[in-house]
């Protein structure tokens, strides 16, 4: 039977592989179906991940993928920029196990950009990082970091991210080669970067403005000279009283438009 840490790491990897959108809804039962088990392992599974920042749960919608606000990108790229510049900082020499490693990860990375499979391509760029840590001995490290990288996804998906998976490639490439080459702090500073042009490429509002949406759908029409003052009408001599007409009979119903155009 799939266990809830089976779960979880499934749906981290569809993050990654931008293959769930923000805001996507994780039925119980759907998933139950899917994994071939109870609700109850789902329900363990979402709730580590709503612990982990990954998913979020409504008590009457249900379960859903978080949808990070302007202020959370910019968290998540400064918790990212902390972690993996100080785990560079500290760090004194790479082994040859390590570089061998990250060399065969950035194999995959340029097969996957020659590919056609884009799931893969945005997984695997996402996790050079993770297993940057994994390689240089920080398992905890590498661990925080799938969820960081995971919300980054998240975050590049939901505001429109511009970056060039090439480029993101090279960067890494360029990283591993000051790390081959004994250069640390070029390492660090090459890190350093990388997350930053990946944040710049988001298109980020300089001020969040919460109603913008709707004021901007609620201002006032503006309406031609013509349409604000309408044109007098000649004054027609009085007809004979005759019958109500529809219009004139206040219990006759009345014209949809009309009414809607009153509301409005």
């Keep these: 039977m799939t266990t809830a840490t089976e779960i979880s790491n499934r749906i981290i ?4 592989a931008q293959k769930l959108a923000p805001g996507s809804r994780l039925g119980e039962q759907q998933l139950a179906m899917l994994f071939d088990c109870s ?3 789902v329900r363990e599974a979402l709730t580590r991940l709503a612990t982990r920042g990954i998913v979020t749960v409504s ?3 249900g379960w859903y993928v978080i949808e990070p606000s302007q202020d959370e990108a910019r968290e998540a790229f400064e918790a990212r920029r902390v972690i993996e510049l100080g785990l560079l900082h500290q760090l004194k020499v790479v082994d040859k196990t390590a570089l061998r490693q990250l060399k065969s990860h950035l194999q995959r990375e340029k097969a996957a950009l020659a590919g056609t499979d884009v799931g893969m391509r945005s997984f695997l760029l996402g996790d050079f990082h993770v297993c ?3 390689c240089l001995g920080n398992s905890l490290l590498a661990d925080t970091l799938r ?4 919300r980054t996804t998240l975050i590049a998906m939901l505001y429109q991210s511009s970056h060039d998976a090439a480029q993101s ?5 360029r990283i591993v080669e000051a790390l081959e080459a004994g250069d640390i702090a070029g390492a660090e500073a090459l890190m350093s970067e990388h997350i930053g042009t990946v ?11 919460p109603l913008a949406g709707l004021r901007d759908a ?3 029409v503006r309406k031609s000279p013509a349409q604000a003052t309408p044109p007098a009408r000649a004054r027609k001599p009085r007809a004979a009283k005759s019958s109500p007409s529809p219009a004139s009979d206040p219990d006759a119903p009345a014209d949809a438009s009309t009414y809607l155009g009153a509301l409005l």
């Design 13 to 16: 990897e569809a993050v990654m």
């Design 169 to 173: 490639c090279a960067d890494h490439v």
């Design 199 to 209: 944040q710049s490429a988001l298109r980020l509002q300089a001020s969040s403005d």
């Design 218 to 220: 609620l201002a006032p």
């Design 59 to 61: 008590a009457r919608r």
């Design 147 to 150: 969820d960081f990288t995971a």
């Design 132 to 134: 940057l840590a994994e």
């Design 39 to 41: 609700r109850t392992i």
